[in-house]
């Protein structure tokens, strides 16, 4: 069985199709991509698979679940986390508030416990602070556990959205453009992160990504879409030679596959 199963998805914003019969099976333990030029639909894909848009036609299931209609809230706590293309960190809240609030929507209090912050509520939350503050560590930004999100540089940041997305222990981990606006230095660091967190947490990654290098270095699968439509799959090998997914990046961005 495999830990990911969308069959032929498919949504439209008036009229126009933002993504059409799309399929892909994402394996156990597996790294891999959604690649495209832009518009190409693939933050499309990844809030269809995370419940934050409902699919028009096809379904989805993670394991033996169909995860098809289910909110991104029950998605989330089948084991699906993502990030977004846009940075989207709590500005209000410390460094360790933003991973901890990830989680604190799975614990269910009484208002009463709630309100007289009851032995439950004050042992889940140091809890809670323990295995922020691990995540923190893995990361390398325990030292900023009490700063705001925004004094952090981008590279930083973009660690924190790692942090946060894997406070909730997912199978699956969805990253929407996690180099954008890194440098050449940091997008190599990541890339490093990346592939320690899925050795290290056994869990598969879906990245879309600009920056083919890293794509072409850590993923065994590469899934291409063009104008909605699924163009291409298979190992970066086959995905460099393949010419329809030359075609669309010459087209669009000047060969950068190259
Ligand atoms: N909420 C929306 N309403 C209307 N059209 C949308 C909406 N979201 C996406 N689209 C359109 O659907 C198409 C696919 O968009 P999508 O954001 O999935 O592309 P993408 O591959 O992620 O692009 P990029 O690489 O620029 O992030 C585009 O034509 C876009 O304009
Ligand atoms: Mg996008």
């Known amino acids: 069985m495999d830990l990911l199963r969308v069959e032929a998805i498919s949504k439209n914003f008036g009229g126009v199709a933002a993504i059409s019969n799309f399929s892909m099976v994402q394996p156990y333990n597996t790294i891999s991509a959604i690649i495209g030029p832009n518009g190409a639909g693939k933050t499309t894909t990844f809030n269809m698979i995370s419940g934050v848009q409902t699919v028009d036609t096809g379904k989805i299931f993670l394991e033996d679940v169909e995860i098809t209609k289910l909110p991104s809230h029950k998605i989330q706590r089948f084991g699906v986390s993502r990030t977004f293309q846009n940075i989207r960190l709590i500005e209000g809240l410390s460094v360790i508030d ?114 083919m290098d890293l794509v072409m270095k850590i993923c065994s699968i590469i899934h291409v879409i063009d104008f909605g439509k699924k163009i291409a799959e298979g190992t970066p090998q086959e995905i460099i030679k393949n010419k329809a997914v030359l075609q669309a990046y010459l087209g669009d961005m000047g060969g950068e596959i190259c």
């Open 98 to 211: 933003n991973v901890k609030l990830s989680y604190t929507s799975r614990l269910t209090y009484t208002m009463f416990e709630e309100f007289i912050h009851s032995p439950r509520v004050r042992k889940n939350e140091t809890v809670l602070e323990d295995i922020a503050m691990e995540y923190l560590e893995f990361f390398d930004l325990s030292k900023y556990a009490k700063s705001k999100p925004k004094s952090l540089s981008y590279g930083l940041q973009r660690r924190l959205e790692l942090a946060r997305a894997l406070m909730n222990e997912p199978k699956l981990l969805l990253l929407d453009e996690p180099a954008a606006g890194l440098n050449p230095a940091e997008t190599r660091e990541l890339m490093g992160t990346i592939q320690k967190i899925q050795e290290q947490k056994n869990l598969s990654i879906i990245i879309v990504e600009h920056h």
